[in-house]
């Protein structure tokens, strides 16, 4: 079946790099996104990455997957006060565009 | 870059009436749209994918007589919760993808917080 797995909770010092991480069980995900919501906001799209790549890079952000192992990883550089919200991991399986989410990670930003 | 907007981001209704909830893609056409629900501190549940023109596919579990949902165009789609009770209460959020996309980035609404008092 499909299912998207992360961890519920992260704390990182500001300034510190910040390491979410994702695992997925479907092997014909096309694409994997990386969402960010803030309390009482709907879902904003920060970043994806087509299944044949293994890495993308914006900004402060890198994506990281490894297809063999099905994980993938958020890495915020210089993590600040602003980027404290839930992630969430999120992938579609197949050829349709339905979007399996993670339960989402909690990031928090200690000063 | 493309927008979603949902409206409207907050509303209490008693038992027993009905609400609608509107979701719109602002600057491109929208040929299938999918209604979320969201439970405090849970993960997006998907409820139904919606395409133009056609009934909504609804997942398992969920009621179609009491998530009504109208994709008139292609900019346009609306879930009706009717009759609503106090478990109802939820977070709702749209998303919508354009047309002669394939899997393409799904852009969500901002989401609209429903308590049924």
């Known amino acids: 079946g499909e299912d998207v797995e992360q961890s519920l909770f992260l704390s990182v010092r500001e300034g510190d790099s910040s390491v979410i991480n994702c695992t997925y069980t479907d092997s014909s995900s096309t694409y994997l996104y990386w969402y960010k919501q803030e309390p009482g906001a709907g879902l904003q799209l920060l970043t994806y990455i087509f299944s044949n790549m293994d890495m993308k890079q914006d900004q402060r952000l890198t994506v990281l997957l490894n297809k063999k192992d099905k994980h993938l990883s958020l890495r915020i550089a210089d993590t600040q006060t602003g980027d404290s919200a839930i992630y969430f991991c999120a992938e579609t399986p197949g050829r349709d565009d339905k979007i399996i989410f993670g339960k989402g990670t909690r990031l928090h930003i200690l000063p | 870059g493309a927008v979603v907007s949902q409206h409207p981001s907050r509303v209490i209704c008693k038992s027993g009436t009905s609400v609608k909830i509107e979701c719109r893609s602002l600057?491109?056409?929208?040929?299938?749209m999918f209604w979320y629900r969201q439970f405090p501190k849970q993960s997006l549940m998907l409820m139904a994918t919606?395409?133009?023109?056609?009934?909504?596919?609804?997942e398992q579990g969920v009621e179609k007589d009491k998530f009504l949902i109208n994709h008139a165009s292609l900019t346009l789609s609306t879930l009706t919760v009717t009759s609503a009770h106090p478990e109802d209460s939820s977070f709702y959020i749209c998303?919508?993808?354009?047309?002669?996309?394939?899997?393409?980035?799904?852009?969500f609404g901002n989401g609209t917080r429903l308590t049924v008092t």
């Open positions: 998303s919508a993808s354009g047309t002669g996309t394939y899997n393409s980035p799904l852009h």
């Open positions: 919606s395409n133009e023109g056609s009934k909504a596919t609804y």
């Open positions: 600057d491109f056409q929208a040929t299938t």
